[in-house]
């Protein structure tokens, strides 16, 4: 099955400095990719989100990036702020198998921005 | 438009008992799936159901089980609980194959 592998599992910033999120995953034929940000005892809510057949995504502050050959992707948030503290989790959504209805999920980021 | 409503939000069973867990997806949404939550291992898949039939099953134990209803409603059950069981246990509606949107999770503590 699918592994997704995530880095670091702690970063803690400077507010206004730039924060960088690395997850690899093992399934070549995976076309479905998520982040999720989880606030301290709050359910995660997806931030963005990045297909296969797309390099790169952007969202105000926050972008995805996506290297296929390499199968790793990558968030990217800039001019950090404090409320951007929270738990990050990656994800890739299995095609093989038959498993296509799952997400794989990283073991997620702790991000600590500090004032 | 309410969102997913998992119950009950928190629970303390003893080792041995079994527990029901329930959860009610976004309207219209007929995909739900569940996701054991644990410190340091982050979100696990326990399985995922579309129109009452169970579509994929994670890699835990023959005591994790699930089942839909008509309605789209879940329900998860642990049946002879072991310390190990306490999580928390989240619940996510799709509209596709794509986007979840989770509940708040049932906290289980296992004594």
């Known amino acids: 099955g699918e592994n997704v592998e995530q880095h670091p599992s702690t970063l803690s910033v400077q507010e206004g400095d730039s924060a ?21 005892g709050k359910r995660p809510q997806l931030i963005i989100d990045i297909r296969s057949n797309v390099g790169e995504k952007k969202d105000q502050r926050i972008a995805v990036t996506l290297n296929k050959t390499a199968k790793h992707f990558s968030l990217h948030i800039t ?8 738990v990050y989790f990656c994800a890739a959504r299995e095609m093989s198998g038959g498993s296509n209805y799952k997400l794989t999920f990283g073991k997620g980021t702790l991000l600590t921005v500090n004032p | 438009k309410a969102g997913v409503t998992q119950t009950p939000r928190y629970l303390i069973k003893t080792r041995g008992q ?14 739900v799936s569940w996701y054991q939550q ?22 835990f134990p023959g005591r994790f089980s699930g089942r839909q209803f008509s309605n789209s409603r879940s329900e998860m059950n642990v049946s002879t609980l072991e310390l190990g069981d306490s999580a928390l246990y989240l619940c996510a509606s799709s509209a596709g194959a794509n986007v979840l949107t989770f509940g708040a999770g049932s906290r289980l503590t296992v004594l």
């Open chain 1, 20 to 40: 960088v999120i690395k997850c690899t995953y093992s399934d070549s034929a995976s076309n479905y990719f998520p982040w999720y940000k989880q606030e301290l």
């Open chain 1, 79 to 86: 001019e950090t702020q404090p409320e951007d503290s929270a």
């Open chain 2, 18 to 31: 079994q527990v029901t867990l329930s959860c009610s997806p976004i309207s219209g949404h007929r995909s």
């Open chain 2, 38 to 59: 644990t410190p340091g291992q982050g979100l696990q898949f326990l399985f995922e159901y579309f129109s009452e039939t169970q579509r994929n099953k994670g890699n």
